[in-house]
């Protein structure tokens, strides 16, 4: 049976949830994948940048309407252009994930890594969350932004994680059926949720043994 293995982390804005998997998959010393997937993406693909960027969490998904925000605004044939457009530009990111899962250990925020590799052996999925008033500090911090501005931007952003989630899963965001491990990182803080989540991986993957 193959060593390898890999942890997805899905995250509310401001949950510190890239800081946690970043700080996670140094100490585990495991590949890190954000962002860099589009990157990635791009270079097995040879489809811009650009173009990954504009499908990433930012349209409105609707498990009935594809893209609500598009749909009515241009006629059907280049509405359906657009709409498999995005359905491909998924599944060359996905394609990326599980190839790159099945190189090595590593660690992947976001892009509904916890669906793309739900037959993967041994992938722990997390979901990462945090009181308001955390979030709203570390966003308002990190975007340079009032507080009442950075909490209308963790709404939306929320919202626009939960309908691209669902409408690529099938499965609820955020909601603790949907993952392996729930956890609040207000309550721990972030190094102690890194540390509660790096013994839980240990014990799932059998690391501790590995190492004795």
Not at 50 to 63: G, I, P, R, S
Request: glycine fraction near 8%; charged fraction near 30%.
């Amino acid at each position: 049976m193959t060593d390898k293995y890999v942890i997805t982390i899905g995250r509310q804005l401001g949950s510190g949830g890239r800081e946690i998997g970043q700080k996670l998959s140094a100490r585990l010393g495991i590949s890190f994948y954000d962002k860099e997937l589009i990157r990635i993406a791009s270079q097995e693909s040879g489809i811009m940048e650009n173009h990954f960027e504009d499908a990433d969490e930012k349209k409105t998904y609707n498990l009935f309407g594809g893209l609500l925000d598009l749909r009515g605004f241009m006629p059907d044939e280049v509405y359906a252009n657009y709409y498999l457009s995005n359905e491909m530009l998924f599944k060359v990111q996905s394609d990326v994930i599980r190839k790159l899962a099945n190189m090595n250990s590593c660690l992947f925020v976001g892009r509904c890594a916890d669906y793309v590799l739900k037959d993967h052996p041994r992938c722990l999925s997390v979901f990462i969350s945090a009181d308001m008033k955390d979030r709203i500090r570390r966003v308002a911090k990190r975007q340079d932004l009032p507080e009442n501005k950075a909490e209308e931007s963790i709404v939306k952003t929320d919202k626009k994680r939960a309908d691209y989630y669902g409408y690529f899963s099938g499965k609820s965001w955020g909601e603790a059926a949907s993952y392996d491990l729930c956890i609040n990182s207000s309550v721990l803080g972030i190094e102690e949720t890194v540390t509660f989540i790096q013994s839980f991986a240990e014990v799932r993957f059998g690391l501790r043994e590995a190492r004795t």
